[in-house]
T-cell receptor, first 114, second 115 residues
Framework: DTEVTQTPKHLVMGMTNKKSLKCEQH?????MYWYKQKAKKPPELMFV???????INESVPSRFSPECPNSSLLNLHLHALQPEDSALYLC?????????????FGPGTRLLVL | AQSVTQLDSQVPVFEEAPVELRCNYS??????LFWYVQYPNQGLQLLLK??????LVESINGFEAEFNKSQTSFHLRKPSVHISDTAEYFC?????????????FGTGTRLKVLA
């Protein structure tokens, strides 16, 4: 099973809403990632978890709050977002947090902030 | 800091024709190189990667890429494309000397295969 699943597929939210994105993998991977991808652009790294601990935060605004409840699950909590936060949010995982590792991406959650 | 350049933002090509998608990276230090493909409305999938050894790496669906250290390039090629190859292709570099374990992605090349 080389699948990373993400829910929901689509999300529309207002600027005062609180919502969460969920990511799950059952490959036994110990590193998990959140990326943001705007249209026609490459993915931008937001957060990296390694062994359930946050190891990289790419200076992401606090309205994005990641959580890794266990080694298979990764959440991204959203609060008071801005319209410019509308994007495709991709989750990925890899066996370890190493430069040689392949990252396996989920299909993404397409977020629209009104 | 490492950077990746994909000079061609779009490449239209007829079906069964050959294609080359160009990727150059900035530093000649040892790096690891990846090509990912993103089909419409999907996440990214690894096509192939170069870590060490033979400079020519191949994927299971007919793509190949050649690592050229002197030219700091990792161009992706396919001798005969299919309609189903229409997608966005991203080159990525991982620099083991940076200590960050991050991918640096290029801006992507949109391959459009025409019937």
């Amino acid at each position: 099973d080389t699948e990373v699943t993400q829910t929901p597929k689509h999300l529309v939210m207002g600027m005062t809403n609180k919502k969460s994105l969920k990511c799950e993998q059952h490959m036994g991977h110990r590193a998990m990632y959140w990326y943001k991808q705007k249209a026609k652009k490459p993915p931008e790294l937001m957060f990296v978890y390694s062994y359930e601990k946050l190891s990289i935060n790419e200076s992401v605004p606090s309205r994005f709050s990641p959580e890794c409840p266990n080694s298979s699950l990764l959440n991204l909590h959203l609060h008071a977002l801005q319209p410019e936060d509308s994007a495709l949010y991709l989750c990925a995982s890899s066996q370890e947090r190493r430069e040689t590792e392949t990252q396996y991406f989920g299909p993404g959650t397409r977020l629209l902030v009104l | 800091a490492q950077s990746v350049t994909q000079l061609d933002s779009q490449v239209p090509v007829f079906e069964e024709a050959p294609v080359e998608l160009r990727c150059n990276y900035s530093s000649s230090v040892s790096v690891y190189l990846f090509w990912y493909v993103q089909y419409p409305n999907q996440g990214l999938q690894l096509l192939l990667k170069y870590l060490s050894g033979s400079t020519l790496v191949e994927s299971i669906n007919g793509f190949e890429a050649e690592f050229n250290k002197s030219q700091t390039s990792f161009h992706l090629r396919k001798p005969s494309v299919h309609i189903s190859d229409t997608a966005e292709y991203f080159c990525a570099v991982s620099d083991p000397t940076s200590g960050t374990y991050k991918y640096i992605f290029g801006t992507g090349t949109r391959l459009k295969v025409l019937a």
